[in-house]
């Protein structure tokens, strides 16, 4: 047989395709297994995964003002990024002081004297309900004894589950040093993960990532604000009102307004209700003053303060916060909207198909 014919016959040869196909399907069996077993371990690292996702979240946000610190020129030198770093905690500390010292302690009075004459003022509430025509067919006593009932269970667990707040507190204490690590060393992270994405394709993602980036950190820096204006507002109106707790609901109302609608609505319910164990005229003053600076805040603040930094419709930001509240309780609902524009981003980049081509 000539050499070529010989080098036809080996090409042909069906042992190497079978070879390739069992190598093939042995890749599919791998793969599958490492896919399950990478599942099994995030379902059984689900919190710590959070923990990193909500620092790294954070850190990407605080970033810019770091770059910013960096950019001073003081005395012809300028801070390297752990002093820029050390400089933002630093501030961040001395924040939290100040509120432990000075604001807390007024709100922790409130809050014990609310929940001491709460039980008392229980009965004087549902007396002014049942004047109301449409209360026998409520039940009204009925749910009293439930709130009473409600009120007993809030307070044992409160007595009971201090452990888990301790637990609460070393996880802020954790993410905290994560974040602190995600500003310091995130650079290196970002291009490591970059490098597993094929070149020709990498560009486009950072550009995608970056500007993702630039939107939650917009978002972020901007419900902060309105969540600071909130609750100086609420606090000023509810004392001119003569709302008892007024700084303890004045307080609540700014720091829960950090979950997008739900926080809202919890808050003020809560406001109207402690209004109006003192009279109607106090509840209704604190519904019209809610009506109006959630009108101002839709129609002036939000295009002013956020501009087109999310872009997401109010139902999508409904979604997004009750998968985030079911998968992950109050710190989903805290990433929930960063999360979905997130997701909005790399699907408009990726997905949506709006331009002719």
Known sequence: MAPQEKKLAHSTDPIPEEKRARRIVRGHILFAFGLLLTLGLAWLLAKEIL????SALFAAVLMPVVNRIMKINLLGRRASKPAAIFLIVAGMALVVGVFLTVGLPPVLHDLNQFSADLPARI???MSRVDQLPITHRLGVDDIARRAEGALTATASYLMTS?????SHLFDILSALFLCIYFMLEGDTAYRFALSLVPATHRERLSATLERADDKISNWLIGQGFLMLLLGISSTIVFAILHVRYFLLLGFLMGLFNIIPIAG???TITLSAIVAAFDSWT????????????INVEN???IPRIMGSSVELSGLTILIALLCGTSLAGVVGALV????AALIAVLLEEYAVHDKAT
Do not use: D, Q, R, S
């Not at 923990?51 to 909500?54: A, F, R, S």
């Not at 929930?336 to 999360?339: E, G, L, M, R």
């Open 299 to 301: 129609a002036y603040l």
């Open 336 to 339: 929930a909207v960063p999360t």
């Open 162 to 166: 201090l452990p888990n707040w301790l």
């Open 51 to 54: 923990l990193i996702y909500v």
């Open 264 to 266: 809202g609505v919890v």
């Open 282 to 293: 106090k509840c209704l003053g604190v519904l019209i003053f809610y009506v109006l600076y």
């Open 123 to 125: 009965p004087k509430m």
